[in-house]
């Protein structure tokens, strides 16, 4: 048993899902479609998409979820299909992360729609050694990943959070866990090393100059 629940509802607090989300809501890199489903309980039309199938997709699948195959450098999706669009550390996997995020802004109802990124801070010292040394991902740093965006939002909301899924079920050690994290966040001078960065980015059209807001 672990935290993972609580892990996923730390992210949604962080983006406050709850009070804005609404309409359409595409999730982007869903893997087995947890996040998805979490959204399809919270509004009208969610569609989830990845690479490769799950077979946890026919347990979660809903009247108003709908799971597809599809690749996120060429989003199978008319200009301006969605309100909320909402991926997780799939960027770092893609050749081209600039092209994924120009696809969901442009599948991103214009002036409106929101683009929400939550990407692993290659430099915190939990993720370095278990994802980039041991496991080969290529996590971007605090610094990469505000210079992908401003290569393509015109305005960023950008803030960094401590959350990590522990392989734990007392509850007063995960309390302990969640106390520390809490410490970190608000500690001076570390918010290079904590392990997530996220980003919210509205989707313009005419133009891609930077407004990039760095909380």
């Not at 309409?23 to 979490?38: K, M």
């Not at 290659?122 to 290569?151: A, D």
């Not at 305005?155 to 079920?169: A, D, K, Q, R, W």
């Amino acid at each position: 048993m672990t935290n993972l629940e609580t892990y996923r509802s730390k992210f949604y607090e962080a983006l406050k899902i709850n009070s804005i989300l609404c309409g359409t809501v595409l999730d982007v890199g869903c893997g087995e479609g947890h996040d998805a489903y979490f959204f399809s309980k919270r509004t009208d039309c969610v569609c989830a998409l990845d690479l490769k199938p799950s077979a946890v997709w026919k347990r979660l699948k809903r009247e108003n979820l709908t799971f597809i195959v599809g690749d996120a450098n060429l989003l199978p999706f008319r200009d301006e299909s969605f309100d909320y669009i909402f991926t997780k550390d799939i960027l770092h996997h893609i050749s081209n992360p600039k092209r994924v995020l120009r696809e969901m802004l442009r599948v991103s109802k214009c002036g409106r729609g929101q683009v929400a990124v939550i990407e692993s801070n290659r430099y915190n010292p939990i993720s370095y050694i278990h994802m980039t040394m041991m496991r080969k991902h290529n996590h971007f740093s605090r610094r990469q990943f505000i210079e992908l965006l401003r290569s393509v939002s015109d305005e960023s909301v950008v803030f960094s959070l401590e959350n990590h899924v522990y392989p734990i079920s007392n509850r007063l050690m995960l309390r302990i866990a969640r106390l520390f994290e809490v410490v970190l966040e608000n500690m001076p001078l570390t918010k290079i090393f904590l392990s997530y960065n996220l980003v919210v980015m509205t989707a313009p059209r005419a133009k891609l100059s930077c407004k990039i807001i760095d909380l």
